[in-house]
């Protein structure tokens, strides 16, 4: 990619509607060949970046799902123990010395590859996308580890040694910050933060990604969620749900929003049922009546 608008084209024609500066944060990583960490809300189109820069670079997409107690073995490698106590037996049998049968075993055709290891493997024809996901719902032993490859693109296996990537992999780290992720990995990282969009920006992310949906029902299904956006709410509704919710209303074959309609479809919309119990009825009267008025 030559330029910043380049890359808005390219996001544009693959469905992602970006702003200028999340345009330009995603030019200089690629540029620069540094991990990318978009910070926001969840469902604001924070995992979408990886997977729209994978098909517009036509390339590998590895994804490393992140939660509480993720460990090496899941995201790195894992020895196959079954097939090495095969080996072992067959090289007994055959006569062969503890120190060769040893060293035998622990080669790279007994390692199982996780995402992270897998992203820097040599027969890769060209640098993949490693999508790093919800960093901040592991526990910080793991993102530690990660200090090493982002600065120096190796992984180190202590029976075989210091593996290096043949091709930098394009690395989108994401976090929903339900905790702080500690500085030294985000000064490895090129920082964007994605917020809640305008009206303007969300109204044509629905119009892009829902195309059947009627022009006038988009608009009022944007406006209401930006109106819900202002309530004191336990989950506030991200572009995900935005977009959930239009599907929903267009498979029902709406034009309109109606009273009763969103009384009945809100579980598409909100995820919690105290949310749902706060909005129903006369809220959401209310809030449909102010964004039918705009």
């Known amino acids: 990619m030559h330029s910043i608008a380049q890359v808005e084209t390219l996001l544009k024609e693959h469905a992602y ?3 200028r500066g999340l345009a330009t944060t995603i030019f200089l990583g690629l540029k620069l060949g540094k991990p990318l960490f978009l910070e926001g809300e969840a469902g604001v189109g924070k995992t979408e970046v990886a997977k729209v820069l994978a098909h517009i670079l036509d390339t590998r997409l ?3 799902q992140c939660y509480e107690g993720l460990d090496v073995n899941a995201a790195v490698y894992e020895w196959n123990y079954t097939r090495q106590m095969l080996q072992i037996r067959m090289l007994e049998a055959a006569g062969a010395r503890q120190a060769a049968a040893q060293k035998e075993i622990f080669s790279a055709e007994f390692l199982i590859k996780r995402p992270l290891l897998q992203a820097i493997e040599d027969n890769l024809p060209k640098a993949p996308v490693l999508l790093i996901d919800e960093i901040d719902r ?6 530690a580890y990660l200090l090493e490859l982002l600065s120096d693109w190796q992984i180190t296996i202590p029976e075989i040694g210091t593996l290096k990537a043949a091709h930098v992999p394009i690395t989108i780290i994401t976090s929903n910050r339900t905790r702080e992720v500690h500085d030294a990995l985000k000064r490895r990282c090129l920082y964007y933060w994605i917020d809640y969009p305008s009206f303007d920006k969300e109204y044509r992310i629905v119009l892009t990604k829902v195309p059947g949906a009627p022009e006038r029902l988009a608009e009022q299904v944007v406006r ?3 109106e819900l956006r202002r309530m ?3 989950k506030l509704p991200g572009v995900a749900e935005t977009l959930d919710w239009s599907a929903a209303l267009v498979a029902l074959d709406e034009k309109d929003l109606s009273e009763g309609t969103v009384n009945d479809t809100l579980g598409a919309l909100l995820k919690y049922q105290d949310d749902i119990a706060k909005v129903q009825g006369n809220i959401a009267r209310e809030v449909l009546e102010r964004a039918k008025r705009k």
């Open 138 to 143: 592991s526990d910080e032993e793991f993102e």
């Open 224 to 226: 209401f969620v930006q």
């Open 62 to 64: 590895i994804r490393l």
């Open 232 to 234: 004191d709410l336990y």
């Open 17 to 19: 509607i970006a702003d």
